[in-house]
């Protein structure tokens, strides 16, 4: 094993020692290779005792709130590999002045082999209120090397599940034009420093064409659309299905998705549908769903989704994330498990 004090003196010789492959420019990451070599010492070891860990490249939470030790704890206890866990700014935190929150550094400190540096969730107040200054904020982070990659922004999101139930629906009711000045902003910033971005857009026909237009014109932009196939009203969508997404991935080779959706029963409380279009009545995956990412292996990424409000649901999330896993033909599960995330992050193959 890695000796840890040694990673965590690595880490602390700030700046990061060598350059981050994405970046393209003689730009140093702090302590990336002894980041590098304590994340794929975590992986191996997992692998070597027989389990498939995964990199949940899309987990978020409240940094005031997480308790990083039972984070931590369950990952050991369920195998998983890596996390890129990002803090949200919440309303008190935001009317605070804060626009960039430095949990990534605190998660580092204490585990430095389990979690992946990564900015702020766009989401309101920080993108809404404040776009240019939460904006300049994240880019800060990754000019100083704080962060390797971004997200998730919330471009258009309709209330989530459990703000639904709570009745707080209009909170996180987002529309941010995506060809606006904050979506040229994001996408920008990803083509010119190689950072990842995580996108949460919900599914709509008429939000397609302006994403289209700015894939298109952000070709090195490397963009995550979290939550594959998780449609929320499907009179809203007819342009949308495995076909649509072959398509897209063929004409956008820096276009990645998630894999965090709900389990087949998972029903959106607003609409009463169930959104998790991916999952056919059987239990198992809609074939053509599946046919999809056998063709398109290096496309998709594991991905929790866990939430400031869902943290204590970790053994759960676990479980029908691997569901989904054992449902992909054999070879192609260590693929979206970690490896498309290694190499997204790394520009490399994990070895
Ligand atoms: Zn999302």
Known sequence: MMNRRRLIQAMSALPFGASLPGLGHAQAIAGLPALKAGYAQRLKKILAAGELPYIDMESSCNSTKVDIDFVAKNMDRLNIGLMALS??????????????????????????????????????????????????????AIAKQQI??????????????????????????????????????????????????????????????????MLAQYPKAKVI??????????????????????????????????????????????????????????????????????AHPRRFLSALDLGGDRMDRMVSYDQKHRYFLKCLPADIQHQVAYRNAWSLLFNEEFA
């Not at 949990?103 to 979690?115: I, M, N, Q, V």
């Not at 649509?244 to 709900?262: Q, W």
């Not at 549908?273 to 999952?279: F, M």
């Open 225 to 294: 659309w979290c939550h594959l196939a998780q449609i929320r009203y499907i009179e809203r969508t007819s342009r949308y299905t495995p076909a649509y997404v072959d398509g897209l991935i063929k004409r956008f080779p820096n276009l990645y998705f998630d894999t965090a959706f709900g389990d087949s029963a998972s029903v959106y409380p607003l609409s009463n549908q169930r959104h998790a279009r991916i999952w056919a009545s059987d239990g198992g995956l809609v074939s053509e769903w599946r046919d999809l990412l056998a």
């Open 148 to 213: 390797m990659c971004l997200g998730e922004f919330e471009f258009r999101h309709y209330p989530s599940p459990r703000q639904a139930k709570r009745g707080a629906g209009n909170d996180r009711d987002v529309r941010v034009p995506i060809d606006g000045p904050a979506g040229h902003r994001v996408f920008g910033l990803s083509e010119k420093t190689g950072a990842a971005f995580q996108l949460h857009y919900e599914i709509e026909d008429e939000l397609l064409v302006p994403l289209e237009k």
């Open 87 to 140: 803090a949200d700014i919440g309303h008190g935190e935001f009317k605070k002045g804060v626009r960039y929150d430095n949990l990534s550094e605190k998660l580092l400190a204490s585990y430095p082999d389990r979690f992946i540096p990564i900015g702020n969730g766009g989401q309101p107040p920080a993108l809404t209120e404040a776009p240019d200054e939460f904006l300049d904020a994240q880019e800060a």
